[in-house]
């Protein structure tokens, strides 16, 4: 698969916990990490997860990041109203020899 | 402040050429993977190009591969990308990234490329 799926949109009221999927293929999710960003519209995207379960210095705990077979998740718990932004997963492509990026998530806060 | 600064970018007509730039401010681009990721505004990311640590491998999404070029200048402390032969769909805003989707990830704000008559 030489494009990584997610769905167009998620939501949840403050406290809630929110999951966003990523299905991709045997030459990219399947055999290597994956990596989450976050962008606020208007402004640079941000990374939340690399290496398919870590988080970089300064981004929250209640961000998670899962992965099985060709799919992987974003697990925000504790939604918040800062939150609410674009979510997209990358990964290298095999096949390809280049880096996917998920068709974005957009993430509302009711 | 440590940042990314891309220049560069404005409007050029079909089938002609611009140079991109990055340069790093309180922060090295030399020694370490740089990525050039674009987007369309309102649109999602798709990555573009990469050069690895000493520039010895350099890899290009198949959409630019053949008209765009990525290299770096260590001395001058700045990341390049050389479009010819732009095409309609090459308009995107063009962020630079240093140590994409690793612990140090950083961002540049970007820069907006135009193509049309």
């Known amino acids: 698969q030489s494009v990584l799926t997610q769905p167009p949109s998620a939501s949840g009221t403050p406290g809630q916990r929110v999951t966003i999927s990523c299905a991709g293929g045997s030459s990219n999710i399947g055999r290597d990490s994956v990596n989450w960003y976050q962008q606020v519209p208007g402004t640079a995207p941000r990374l939340l997860i690399y290496?398919?379960?870590r988080r970089p210095s300064g981004v929250p705990d209640r961000f998670s990041g899962s992965k099985s077979g060709t799919s992987a998740s974003l697990d925000i718990g504790g939604l918040q109203s800062e939150d609410e932004a674009d979510y997209y997963c990358?990964?290298?492509?095999?096949?390809?020899?280049?880096?996917?990026f998920g068709t974005g998530t957009a993430v509302t806060v009711l | 402040e440590v940042q990314l600064v891309e220049s560069g970018g404005g409007l050029v007509q079909p089938g002609g050429s611009l140079r991109l730039s990055c340069v790093g401010s309180g922060i090295s681009v030399s020694k370490i993977w740089m990525h050039w990721v674009r987007q369309v505004p309102g649109r999602g990311l798709v990555w573009v190009s990469r050069i690895n640590k000493d520039g010895s491998r350099r890899d290009h999404a198949d959409s630019v591969k053949g008209r765009f070029s990525i290299s770096r200048d260590d001395a001058r402390n700045t990341l390049y990308l050389q479009m010819n032969s732009l095409k309609a769909e090459d308009a995107a805003m063009y962020y630079c990234?240093?140590?994409?989707?690793?612990?140090?990830?950083?961002w540049g704000r970007g820069t907006l490329v135009t193509v049309s008559s």
């Open positions: 990234v240093r140590d994409f989707v690793g612990p140090e990830d950083l």
């Open positions: 290496t398919t379960s």
């Open positions: 990358t990964a290298w492509d095999d096949s390809l020899q280049g880096y996917l």
